[in-house]
């Protein structure tokens, strides 16, 4: 089995800053990319970022400029720092991971259980 479990979500106020944190555990052969997906009530969900295994990365537009992400390959973790937040970036965010199972021969993409964030105006 595969497990992600995301962590530093919290409330903040506008300007401020949040990191979030998501580590993926259990038969992982390979990881091809990690990411950051968010859900704000009545909205559907929505990718943030993301971050390849060679490393290039991919942003929402809203979001260029404001947030990085990065990863720790050993510790098949990814980390989203969130800068300048504004209270439209107030919703659930998700992690995700396109990654092989040992043992199967095609990849998956797996989530998180999801992590509030809260700003404030």
């Known amino acids: 089995q595969v497990q992600l479990v995301e962590s530093g979500g919290g409330s903040v106020q506008a300007g401020g800053s949040l990191r979030l944190s998501c580590a993926a555990s259990?038969?992982?052969?390979?990881?091809?990319?990690m990411g950051w997906y968010r859900q704000a009530p009545g909205k559907q969900r929505e990718l943030v970022a993301f971050?390849?295994?060679?490393?290039?990365?991919n942003f929402a537009d809203s979001v260029k400029g404001r947030f990085t992400i990065s990863r720790d390959s050993a510790k098949n973790t990814v980390y989203l720092k969130m800068n300048s937040v504004k209270p439209e970036d107030t919703a659930v965010y998700y992690c995700?991971?396109?990654?092989?199972?040992?043992?199967?021969?095609?990849?998956?993409?797996?989530w998180g259980q999801g992590t509030q964030v809260t700003v404030s105006p």
């Open positions: 995700s991971a396109d990654l092989i199972r040992v043992g199967v021969p095609v990849s998956y993409t797996y």
């Open positions: 259990g038969s992982i052969s390979r990881i091809n990319a």
């Open positions: 971050i390849r295994s060679s490393g290039s990365t």
